[in-house]
């Protein structure tokens, strides 16, 4: 009797251990460790890079987002040559579900897409001396603390619209250097990004004005004469309703093509540009 009972607690000791050892170690198991290890894996926005000193690194900033077709013509050519972009973009242009898409992919699609502040009209739908004025400070300021909310952007890179000023942790440039609003984002922890180049639109026409050969020569010569704000490192602006043609998607395929031949060429989101790296 006793050696019937010592094997039955042993039989059943076994089964124990073995379903023990089933559920710590199973197919479901191993799969959710990798989810969790890939989730854990993926950068978030503004985690910090390490600058190559013999690199250039290129910010391609696209603004007033969502635009379509020319913002998903964008946002294609950049997905399909594997470049990283930041979209500046703006909350009164999201309307309907189609544009909330757009923006809910771009905002998905960190690290190659950074989704950034454009302010929620846009200035007041372009009526730069009002949305500046000092009158309007407080209005401005809560119009960017809108588009935040409602586009749900990670983080705090604003674009003024139509003005290129620049400010970070207290050093503030540019035409709005001395503006209430410009030193009200500043000190509420936000970075201003400017631009370095620009590439236009036509005058009355949806279309880009610069050539891609004269583009691509202004930007080999601001980096050859240091011409840019910070060393190494170039803010471009367009803007993504000059690419709804065919003709035009193609010459920006072109422009990427051309500077990934070059081996130093870098491109990035603006969460790492130094002076918004810079704590």
Not at 211 to 220: G, K, P
Request: net charge positive.
């Amino acid at each position: 009797m006793n050696l019937l009972k010592m094997i039955a607690n042993t039989g059943l000791s076994v089964l124990v251990f073995a379903a023990a050892t089933g559920c710590n170690n199973g197919p479901s198991s191993d799969k959710k460790a990798d989810s969790a290890n890939a989730a854990s894996a993926k950068p978030t926005p503004g985690t910090p890079i390490k600058y190559d000193s013999s690199k250039r690194y290129i910010y391609l900033t696209w603004d007033d987002s969502p635009q379509p077709p020319g913002t998903v013509n964008c946002k294609n050519i950049f997905k399909e040559e594997n470049i990283k972009v930041t979209f500046f973009s703006v909350g009164f242009n999201q309307v309907g579900p189609q544009k909330k898409r757009l923006i809910d992919s771009i905002r998905a699609g960190y690290p190659q897409f950074l989704l950034a502040n454009h302010s929620f009209t846009h200035g007041f739908r372009d009526k730069y001396g009002t949305f500046y004025s000092p009158a309007m400070t407080d209005s401005a300021f809560n119009d960017f603390i809108k588009n935040e909310r409602d586009l749900k952007i990670p983080v705090k890179i604003i674009r003024l619209p139509g003005n290129n000023t620049w400010a970070s942790n207290g050093v503030i440039e540019g035409q709005k250097k001395d503006n209430a609003l410009v030193k009200k984002l500043d000190a509420a922890g936000y970075k201003i990004i400017g631009w370095d180049l620009e590439w236009h639109q036509q005058a009355k026409a949806k279309a880009p004005k610069e050539s891609v050969n004269e583009i691509l020569a202004t930007i080999n010569n601001m980096f050859d004469n240091e011409g840019t704000r910070e060393a190494r490192s170039i803010v471009i602006l367009s803007h993504d309703r000059l690419f709804e043609k065919q003709q035009y998607a193609d010459s920006l395929r072109r422009f990427i093509t051309e500077l990934k031949k070059d081996p130093r060429n870098v491109f990035e989101t603006l969460d790492h540009y130094p002076t918004v790296q810079k704590k």
